[in-house]
C-alpha cells in the first residue's frame, strides 16, 4: 500500500485465471481494478459482485473506447490475444498478456511492433519467473554454485486437461521454456520435437522436445496429458553440484546435491586414459521465498510501468517463448529434424 | 535341490557381476559351479576360496579345452562375448552371456549362426525379465488391464558409474529394451537418439531415445550417467488405467492407477466436436513375487536346457536388442533422424 | 442452489476461520450471510466489504438483539463460546460452535442444558468429520473390512502455532478425538496424559495421549507443535488389513494393506505353541470424495436444522471431546495416570 | 588387514544373526573365525562349509574346554546369554555378547561381576551406535549444532517379527535405548510404560515407552510389531534446530532443519507476555560414512581388546539397557506408573 495513485487496470476473461489476477491486483495496492469485462454476462456478473466498484463489459472494444485503461490485462485464449492486445495498444494501453503471447511468431512481432510504434509496454504473464524458487536457481546458477552445467531435464506431466485450441506443447512448454530463458539468461537456439497423439482431435498430447540453448547446453522436456501422476520437476546436472527443483513439494522445493563427477585426463593424445572421480555430498534444500508469484509478477510490473529497470518479463521475452514453440511445431512436421529458432 | 544330474556350468569373469552368477548357480539345486575363470589371479583365488571345489584357470581357452561346461557364463566386458562365445560353442557348451550380447548385429548373428550349426543353445542374462514385477507387468498388460496403450515413459539415470567400453546406451539401454519387449511381446521398429556427451572422452553419458514397436506404440527412454539422483521409473500409460513400475520402491513397486481418459466424438466430420473425459479412480499396488531374478533366471535356464519351453531369454531376445543399440548409434550419428532396426 | 428459504446466518469472529465459514455459507446456497461480527472494526470493514449486504457489528450482543439469526456462528477462541453460545440460545438462535465446545464439562453441559431448554440445536466444528476421507474410513470400518482392530496411532505434529490461550492438547487432540469418535462410533473411556513444556508459559507443547475406547479398543495420540516436519497421520492396524490415513498426501489419503498376521494356539492349555503366521498382500488406495469438507458440514446442518436425520456433529459430540480433554488435563497432573472420562 | 596377530575368535549361535558377525569377523583382517558352534548339526555344517578351517561344535561348553578363544561371540537367544557369558568368562575368553545383554538386571550383574573378576571384557553388540549415521548425530548434538534439546520421538514398528522368547519392548527397544544414551551421553532415569496385546501368548506387541534421562530430557518410543508399514524414524526436536533420522532412507538418513523457535519473555511477573518467534530456514541433509555397522564394530572391539580406549559398548552400556527394558517391565505391570531405572 502506499500514497501513490494506483495504476488503472481492466481485465478481460474470468475463465480460469482472470480470477487469480483480478484478486492480486486488487490485493497488490498497486492496481486499481477499474474495468472488468467477460463476453459471459453470467460469469461477469457472478465475479464483478465481489468488486462492486469495477464497471462491467461483455465487449472488450466497448470497454476500451469508453475509458481506456492503463493496463489492459488479456487473460482470454490464445487466439485472441492478438486482436485483443492491438486494440488496447490502439487506445494508449500497456498490456499484460497470457502466457503464450500469440499462435505464431508473425503475431507476436506484429504486437511488438505496434507496441513500439505507441510507445507502449508488453508485458507476458510468465508466471513461474516470479517465484521465489526459480528466482533462487538463477542465483544459484550465476554464483557459479552448479559449476558448468552438463544438461538440464524437465518433466511436465498429468492427466489432462485437454485444451480445446491448443496442444500440450503449446499449453505446457511455456512454463519451462520461460522458466528456462530465465534462470539461463539465454535463449533456445534450436528444438527437436517427437510427440504423439491418442486422441480423435489428431493434437499432440504427449509430446518431448530436445533443446538447445545459445550457449550449447542442452535440455530436454517431456510433456503429457496423459500420465497418470503428475510430476513437475526439473534436474539441473552440473560439473561442481546438480540441482532438483521439483515444484510439487511443500517445502523443499529446491535440492541442491553437492555431488561432482571430474574428468582427469592424463594423456591428452590417448583419450581412453580418463580417469573419473565422483564426489558424493551434502545435500541442501534452502529456504524459499513462498511470497505468491503473482503478487511478485504484479509488484514488479507496476514498477516497470513507474519507469523501474526489472525482470519483469517483457513481450521480447513472449515473442522468444512462441519462437521456440512454432520452431517445435516445423520440426515435428518434418519427423524430428533440428529446426533453429531463427529464421 | 533334486536327484536329477547337475548341470556343469564354469564362470568366466568374476568381476562385479559373476560372483553374483556363482552364487546363484551354486544354490539353484540345478548347477555344479566346476571351473571359474578369471584373467586376474588375486581375484580368482579370493573369490574361488568360497567354492574350493571349483577349478580354477586365468585362461579361458585352456578351461574350455580341459573339461567343456554343458553351461559357459559369460561374464566379461562386452568386446570379449562373441570371441568367449563362440568357443565355449566350438566345444559344445550351451552359453548364458551378459547383455548386451555383442557389440554389434554382426558379431550377435554370427554367434546365432554358429549355435544353430552345433546345435546349442544361447541364453543372453536380460535379468529384469525374471522379476515378479516385469512378469506382473506383462501379465496385466496381456490381460488387457490397461486398456488401449498411449505411451510408454522410462527414466533410468544415475550417477556413474561411467563404463570403459561402452557409452550410456550401451549400458544401460538393454534393461529397458528387454524388459519393454517383454512385456509388450513385440520388437522396437524404429529409433531415433539424441545424446550429449560431457566427458573428454567424447561418449554418450545422458541419452534419450524414442522407440516405435512394430505395433506402433511409442516409448522414450532417458538414460543418464550424470543425475544426482537415481530414478528408475517406468509409466505405461492406457486408457483403461496406467501403471508405474518404480524398481528402487521397497514394497509397492507397482501401482497400477485406475485412472483412465476417453475421448466420445459426437461428430466425426467436424472433429472439433470431441468431448474429452477423464475417470480418477483408485490406486492398487499388488503384492510382488520377490524372489531374486537371478534364482529365476538360472531355474528357467536349467528346465530350458532340460527340454522345457519357457521364457527364458534367449539369442534371439539378445540379437533383437543389440538391433535397436546399433540404430540408434546410427540416428545418432544422424542428429537424431528416425533408423529402422531392420536393415 | 434451491427455491427454498435461505437459513438466515449471523458470523462471529473473523480472524483465522471465521472467512472460511462465512465463504462456504455464502456459497452453500443453504444459507444467506445476514450479518457479520468483530470487535476489531477494521477486519470487520475489510472482509465486509466482500459481502455488502451483510450489517456489521463490533460487538456480539447488539447482533443478536438487533435481528437474532436463525444460525450463529461462533468463530473465535474458546474461553467466550460458552457466553456467546448461551447469549444465541436465548435469543432462539441455533448454534455451530467452533471447536473445541468449550473451556470445561461444566461450561459444555452448561450449554447443552440451555439448549433443550430453548428447543434449539448446537452443532460443533468438528470439520474431518466431514471429509471424504475419514467417512471413507468410517464406511470400511463398519464393513468389517478390517477385521478385528488391534490398536491405532495417531501423529499431529508441526512447528507452532502457539495458542494464546490453550495448550497442544485443547489445540490439536480435537481433531483426532472427534476423528476417532466419529468413525469408531464410541467414546473414549479413559485417558493417560504425559506431557513437555518447553515454553516460558509453562502450556504443554508437546503431549501424548493413550486412550481406551469404551469397546476396549486402545489409541495413542502424539501431539506436538515443536517438530520440524508436519505429519497428519493415524494407523488403524486390524486383523485382517491395516490402514493408514496420511491427511497431507494429495492424492492417497487413504491406504489400505492387505496384510495380516493370525494366531493359530494349537494347544490352549500350553499358550507357548502359538503359530504366527503373516500376509503381506496389496495395497489399495481407494479414489476419495474431495469436496471441501465445510462445503459437505454446511449442507448437513442445513439439512438438519430443516429436519433431516444425518452425520452432523452435535453438541453431545462436542461435549464428548470436552470431556477427554479435561480427564487429559487431569491425567498430566497426576503424573500420567488413567482417568475417566466420567466421573 | 595387517601384520599383527590375528585376534582368535569363537563364534556360537548361526541362526539369523551370527553368519553376519562371522563374515566381518572374517573380513575385518582383525580377527581369526577359529570356531562355529550351533546345536543343529545342519545349519552348522552348511554354514561352515564357508570358512573350512574352522573347528564345528555343537556343544558350547565342549568348545569352550577344548580350545579358549580369546574372544567368544554369543548371537543365541537372550535366555542363554548369562550362562554362555559366564562359560566363556571362566575359561579366560572376552565376550561379545548380542543385545539384550541378559534377561534381568541380576543376570546382566553377575555377568559384569564375573568379568571383573577375570579381569576380562565384556562387549554388547549395540550396532546402531557403530553407524555412521549415529555417530553423525552424537556429534552435531555435541557441537551444539540443535541447541537446547525439547524432546526426542522415535518409531520404531513394521509387521512383525513375533519373537519366540521376549515382547515387543525387549526385542525392539534395545535398538533405540542403546542409540539414545550414546547420542547424549547419559543414561535413562526414569520409564513409563504402555503397552497392548493382541495375541494369544499374551506378551505386549505395541507399546510406547516414555523415557526421562538423568538430565531432565524426554523421550518417547512407538514400538510395535502389528504396523502395516516400516518406520525407523527418530525426531531430535531442538531450539537452534532440529533433526530427523530415518534409517530407511538410501541417502538423507540424516536431515538438520534449520528451524527454530524462540521465546521472547518481556515481563518475567506476567508470563503471558510471551512472544513466540518461528524461523523456518534451510534443511540440510550431510553425507553419511556408509562402512557396514558391524566392520566398524569389530575395529573398535578389536582396538579396545589391544589396549585402546573408544566408544565400543561395554558390559555397562548393556546393564544400562536392561535396566531400563526392567523398569519398563515394572511400569507395564504397575498401569503405566514412572518407574526408576535405578533400585
Same mark, same amino acid.
Given at each position: 500500500m502506499n500514497d501513490r495513485k494506483r495504476i488503472r487496470a481492466a481485465v478481460v476473461g474470468l475463465g480460469y485465471w482472470g *480470477?487469480? +489476477?483480478?484478486r492480486n491486483l486488487h490485493a497488490s @495496492?498497486?492496481?486499481?481494478? /477499474? /474495468? +472488468?469485462? %467477460?463476453?459471459?454476462? =453470467?460469469?461477469? %456478473?457472478?465475479? @464483478? $459482485?465481489?468488486? *462492486?466498484? /469495477? =464497471?462491467?463489459? &461483455?465487449? /472488450? &472494444?466497448?470497454? +476500451?473506447?469508453? $475509458?481506456? *485503461?492503463? +493496463?489492459?490485462v488479456v487473460a482470454t485464449p490464445v487466439k485472441t490475444h492478438r486482436a485483443l492486445t492491438l486494440a488496447g495498444l490502439e487506445v494508449g494501453s500497456n498490456v499484460l498478456c497470457e502466457k503464450p503471447l500469440a499462435s505464431s511468431v508473425a503475431e507476436a512481432s506484429e504486437m511488438l511492433e505496434l507496441a513500439a510504434k505507441m510507445g507502449k509496454r508488453i508485458f507476458v504473464d510468465h508466471t513461474f519467473v516470479y517465484t521465489g524458487a526459480v528466482r533462487r536457481i538463477k542465483k544459484d546458477i550465476a554464483a557459479g554454485a552448479l559449476g558448468n552445467l552438463f544438461y538440464i531435464d524437465s518433466v511436465r506431466i498429468n492427466l489432462g486437461l485437454f485444451q480445446p485450441d491448443v496442444d500440450v506443447i503449446w499449453d505446457l512448454a511455456p512454463h519451462d521454456l520461460s522458466t528456462l530463458e530465465y534462470v539461463l539468461g539465454t535463449r533456445v537456439k534450436t528444438v527437436q520435437a517427437i510427440a504423439t497423439s491418442n486422441n480423435p482431435r489428431g493434437f499432440a498430447d504427449v509430446a518431448y522436445l530436445h533443446l538447445e540453448f545459445e550457449t550449447g547446453l542442452a535440455a530436454h522436456l517431456h510433456l503429457s496429458w496423459l500420465s497418470p501422476v503428475k510430476v513437475r520437476r526439473m534436474i539441473f546436472s552440473g560439473s561442481k553440484s546438480s540441482l532438483i527443483y521439483d515444484d510439487l513439494e511443500a517445502s523443499e522445493k529446491i535440492k541442491v546435491y553437492d555431488h561432482g563427477v571430474s574428468f582427469d585426463v592424463s594423456d591428452i593424445e590417448q583419450r581412453k586414459q580418463v580417469l573419473v572421480s565422483y564426489r558424493r @555430498? $551434502?545435500?541442501?534444500a534452502p529456504a524459499i521465498d513462498t511470497t505468491e508469484a503473482l503478487a511478485t509478477e504484479l509488484k514488479d510490473i507496476a514498477a516497470a510501468l513507474r519507469g523501474a529497470k526489472n525482470d519483469a518479463a517483457t513481450g521480447e521475452d513472449g515473442l522468444a517463448i512462441v519462437r521456440t514453440l512454432e520452431a517445435a511445431q516445423k520440426s515435428l512436421a518434418a519427423g524430428g529434424t533440428k529446426v533453429s529458432t531463427t529464421p
Amino acid at each position: 500500500m502506499n500514497d501513490r495513485k494506483r495504476i488503472r487496470a481492466a481485465v478481460v476473461g474470468l475463465g480460469y485465471w482472470g *480470477p487469480n +489476477l483480478v484478486r492480486n491486483l486488487h490485493a497488490s @495496492g498497486e492496481f486499481e481494478v /477499474a /474495468a +472488468l469485462c %467477460d463476453e459471459n454476462q =453470467k460469469r461477469l %456478473d457472478k465475479f @464483478g $459482485d465481489l468488486y *462492486p466498484w /469495477a =464497471k462491467r463489459f &461483455t465487449s /472488450a &472494444t466497448e470497454m +476500451l473506447q469508453q $475509458d481506456p *485503461p492503463e +493496463l489492459l490485462v488479456v487473460a482470454t485464449p490464445v487466439k485472441t490475444h492478438r486482436a485483443l492486445t492491438l486494440a488496447g495498444l490502439e487506445v494508449g494501453s500497456n498490456v499484460l498478456c497470457e502466457k503464450p503471447l500469440a499462435s505464431s511468431v508473425a503475431e507476436a512481432s506484429e504486437m511488438l511492433e505496434l507496441a513500439a510504434k505507441m510507445g507502449k509496454r508488453i508485458f507476458v504473464d510468465h508466471t513461474f519467473v516470479y517465484t521465489g524458487a526459480v528466482r533462487r536457481i538463477k542465483k544459484d546458477i550465476a554464483a557459479g554454485a552448479l559449476g558448468n552445467l552438463f544438461y538440464i531435464d524437465s518433466v511436465r506431466i498429468n492427466l489432462g486437461l485437454f485444451q480445446p485450441d491448443v496442444d500440450v506443447i503449446w499449453d505446457l512448454a511455456p512454463h519451462d521454456l520461460s522458466t528456462l530463458e530465465y534462470v539461463l539468461g539465454t535463449r533456445v537456439k534450436t528444438v527437436q520435437a517427437i510427440a504423439t497423439s491418442n486422441n480423435p482431435r489428431g493434437f499432440a498430447d504427449v509430446a518431448y522436445l530436445h533443446l538447445e540453448f545459445e550457449t550449447g547446453l542442452a535440455a530436454h522436456l517431456h510433456l503429457s496429458w496423459l500420465s497418470p501422476v503428475k510430476v513437475r520437476r526439473m534436474i539441473f546436472s552440473g560439473s561442481k553440484s546438480s540441482l532438483i527443483y521439483d515444484d510439487l513439494e511443500a517445502s523443499e522445493k529446491i535440492k541442491v546435491y553437492d555431488h561432482g563427477v571430474s574428468f582427469d585426463v592424463s594423456d591428452i593424445e590417448q583419450r581412453k586414459q580418463v580417469l573419473v572421480s565422483y564426489r558424493r @555430498g $551434502d545435500m541442501h534444500a534452502p529456504a524459499i521465498d513462498t511470497t505468491e508469484a503473482l503478487a511478485t509478477e504484479l509488484k514488479d510490473i507496476a514498477a516497470a510501468l513507474r519507469g523501474a529497470k526489472n525482470d519483469a518479463a517483457t513481450g521480447e521475452d513472449g515473442l522468444a517463448i512462441v519462437r521456440t514453440l512454432e520452431a517445435a511445431q516445423k520440426s515435428l512436421a518434418a519427423g524430428g529434424t533440428k529446426v533453429s529458432t531463427t529464421p
